[in-house]
Nanobody, 133 residues
């Protein structure tokens, strides 16, 4: 099983990056795929998730409206298009897979959406995104 995240780099605030998560070694269509990030000294944060059952997408409030998750089933690859990047988006970004085809652990508290940062079956190595202000 392998999840390979790529596409990170250095970008100025307001810029864009597209991350890729290439999956192999398991039945891609049976797993929901999520993106997570961890900034230095901070807890890992769930960023986005795409369900395999109906293609539903979910975003943490911190990135909603700026990030877009998508999937290319023919390539077993999930993308995270990140637009209007901010310095607070600086982190190592990881992709992960959870068996069951639907995204779980989506919660809304005081109008803000949070994605859980645990419970995935497979994790890939991260890719560093640095946003300069």
């Amino acid at each position: 099983v392998q999840l390979q995240a790529s596409g990170g780099g250095l970008v100025q605030a307001g810029g864009s990056l597209r991350l890729s998560c290439a999956a192999s070694g398991f039945t891609f269509d049976d797993y929901a795929i999520g993106w997570f990030r961890q900034a230095p000294g901070k807890e890992r944060e769930g960023v986005s998730c795409i369900s395999r059952s109906d293609g539903s997408t979910y975003y943490a409030s911190s990135v909603k409206g700026r990030f877009i998750i998508s999937s290319d089933n023919a390539k077993n690859t999930v993308y995270l298009q990140m637009n209007n990047l901010k310095s607070e988006d600086t982190a190592v970004y990881y992709c992960a897979a959870e068996h069951g085809r639907i995204c779980r652990g989506i919660t809304v508290v005081a109008g803000r959406t949070y994605l859980r940062n645990y419970g995935m079956d497979y994790w890939g190595k991260g890719t560093l995104v640095t946003v300069s202000s």
